[in-house]
């Protein structure tokens, strides 16, 4: 897959002991280098000039997974680097890779087995006590062998005369295996064989014959495709690079019938247009799984079934129709599950989904792998690895993403309003700090410059006091939380179809909404320092657009709060990703403009007082 033809001249990485890698583009930018460095380590800066990665066992694990050799990634970064390779991190790569690949879990008739090809590699993992707690009877199996018979297991039919552990499904927590398989070095690999397999139900469906795939999309299904399997893990791509299309082409691929698992109602009715856009698949043959939607009849064999992480995982009492089809759900083994916005399944919340959900491949789709809980880990043993992960800015350079211009403006907050702050609770002052008089003109401001040009406007606030208060004030429309799914598709739709229109959203707009049409947010409170809200909200706009070729960020910070302190490391991530801040401390020609909301001193010190005075907007900053 990579050359090995490397000259002197292209030692262009500077390797460290504790796995850090300087990769420079100054002096020679060669994309097949960048490729490899993206394959076998995480990016953790990918600037225009330097890149950083660092070596994790994780990263190795991929490589290994697509397809490379310990041998050939220890050659290649030997060729590679500038200075001599460390000895800790040849150890870290061989001992990293040595059992990966030799140990496979696998989903039949709803029972997991665990193929093991030695028994040598058997003694070795019955070492480790947590592993031999979990499996007390295993010292059967180090006297004689489970000879594999080919009927059982119809569709690996090349696995003779080898170690087979068959474990209980009901007894055995699956998660806890898979973590401490991962702990060892030993990971266990999950690779669907949907060629031979004859139990799961296959669909028929196909991909349309007139759709245009681009090339990053052909290289995160090659990752995902090889040698007739399907292996399990994420694909990380930007908001708006085809995620979806490349969930529809691996079912189109496995051609079983298949679960999509979204974050919210609107992403299930975004997949479903999806589906009927790009396949051939019917109406009837795609069914809802959400609440006050049981659109499933007795029997969903050969369906693809799209619902929410929170459908499957809540434990509360349920009404009669929805806990049978439930229980139909779980009873099934589903040839592919798509894992829209998989970083959320880390949460407690979240992971019992995929205890509930038998599925022999995993495919988890997201723009932002990051969690500020530090679970993002959880994922390779979770789902498995990361197999594909494009650069944003390379996107964007290619025209397959729209040019950001990103911005933070300081806002000064009124003496009286910033006396209020440095008295009042955190709740208050984190409206306080929102519903900023001075932020509010200068996003009353941005709205009518933007509007004049034609531009859709996405205003994003977590407080939803201060939600309500702009959106009434400027007399604008909104979503949060509460408001019904009828009522945000008819807002959505209205917003996509009017020119100039401005709509106000809470966090609830982060992930899953497709607006192509908007090319302008105004971000005027946020989620703390989230690097994930931060880089999910622009994306919201990276889409590309017919007539302008331009997106536009703007972050509204009030001055001397700790909005200041998070917005620095809000936006770490996209900085790492190559997007440049600019910081305007003054912003000239709004005083030109007449009508600004709050422009007066009466309308400034009502505001205050009703901010001082209501419980409401303390009691409401946590709802979205």
């Known amino acids: 897959m990579f050359s090995y033809r490397l000259t002197l001249e292209t030692k262009i990485i500077w390797i460290s002991p504790s796995g850090y890698i300087l990769f420079e583009l100054f002096k020679k930018k060669t994309k097949e280098i960048e490729d490899f460095l993206v394959t076998v380590s995480e990016p953790v800066s990918r600037t225009k000039k330097i890149q950083e990665f660092v070596l994790t066992p994780y990263a190795l694990y991929a490589a290994v997974t697509s397809g490379l050799y310990v041998w050939d990634i220890l050659k290649i970064i030997i060729k590679l680097s500038k200075n001599l390779l460390p000895k800790m991190i040849y150890k870290m790569i061989l001992n990293c890779t040595k059992f990966y690949g030799k140990v496979n879990l696998i989903l039949y008739k709803c029972n997991y087995f665990i193929y093991i090809p030695s028994l040598f590699l058997l003694k070795f993992l019955l070492t480790d006590l947590k592993v031999s707690k979990t499996f007390p009877n295993l010292t059967w199996y180090l006297k004689r062998a489970f000879k594999f018979k080919s009927n059982k297991i119809n569709y690996l039919n090349n696995i003779e005369n080898k170690l087979i552990i068959e474990t209980n499904f009901n007894t055995i927590d699956i998660e806890k295996i898979r973590k401490r ?363 590309p657009k017919i007539k302008s070729k331009h997106a536009f960020f703007y972050s509204l910070v009030s001055s001397g709060t700790e909005e200041m302190f998070y917005s620095t490391k809000r936006q770490q991530f996209l900085v790492s990703q190559g997007y440049d801040f600019k910081t305007l401390t003054k912003f000239t020609g709004i005083n030109k403009v007449n009508k600004l909301v709050f422009n007066l001193e009466e309308e400034k010190k009502t505001l205050l007082t009703q901010i001082l005075s209501t419980e409401t907007p303390c009691k409401r900053t946590n709802f979205t």
């Open 181 to 543: 398989f991962l702990e060892l070095d030993c990971p266990l690999v999950e690779e669907y064989d949907y060629i031979h397999d004859t139990h799961v139900l296959n669909i028929k469906i196909d991909f349309s014959p007139t759709a245009y795939i681009r090339n990053y999309q052909e290289k995160s299904l090659s990752k995902i495709f090889n040698k007739g399997r399907a292996r399990s893990g994420v694909i990380v791509l930007p908001c708006g690079a085809g995620k979806t299309i490349i969930g529809i082409i691996a079912v189109c691929i496995i051609k079983k019938i298949s679960l999509v698992v979204c974050n919210s109602t609107v992403s299930v009715e975004q997949w479903k247009r999806q589906f009927l856009k790009w396949s051939n698949l019917k109406d009837k043959k795609i069914k809802k799984f959400i609440t006050g939607s049981f659109e499933m009849k007795k029997n969903i064999t050969g369906e693809i079934v799209i619902t929410t992480y929170s459908m499957i995982s809540f434990g509360g009492q349920r009404a009669r129709l929805s806990a049978s089809l439930l229980r139909e759900i779980k009873k099934d083994e589903w040839g592919v599950t798509l894992l829209d916005e998989v970083h959320v399944v880390p949460a407690n919340v979240f992971r019992k989904v995929l205890g509930i959900i038998k599925t022999h491949s995993k495919l988890g789709l997201t723009a932002t792998l990051l969690r500020e809980d530090r679970k993002v880990g959880d994922i390779n043993f979770l789902i498995g690895p990361k197999l594909y992960e494009t650069n944003w800015l390379d996107l964007e350079k290619f025209g397959y993403l729209a040019t950001a211009c990103c911005a933070e403006i300081c806002c000064n907050m009124p003496s009286d309003y910033y006396s209020c702050y440095l008295s009042e609770s955190i709740s208050t002052r984190q409206v306080l700090c929102a519903l900023n008089p001075n932020k509010a003109e200068i996003c009353d401001f941005l709205i009518k410059y933007h509007e004049k040009r034609g531009d859709h406007v996405l205003v994003f606030s977590d407080n939803v006091f201060a939600l309500r208060s702009y959106a009434t004030k400027l007399k604008k429309s909104f979503i949060y939380g509460a408001t019904g799914s009828l009522e945000r598709m008819r807002l959505l739709k209205n917003f996509q179809s009017r020119k100039g229109q401005t709509l106000f959203i809470s966090r609830i707009g982060d992930t899953s909404i497709d607006l192509p049409e908007a090319n302008v947010i105004i971000q005027i409170s946020s989620h703390y320092g989230s690097r994930r809200q931060e880089a999910q909200r622009l994306g919201r706009i990276l889409r």
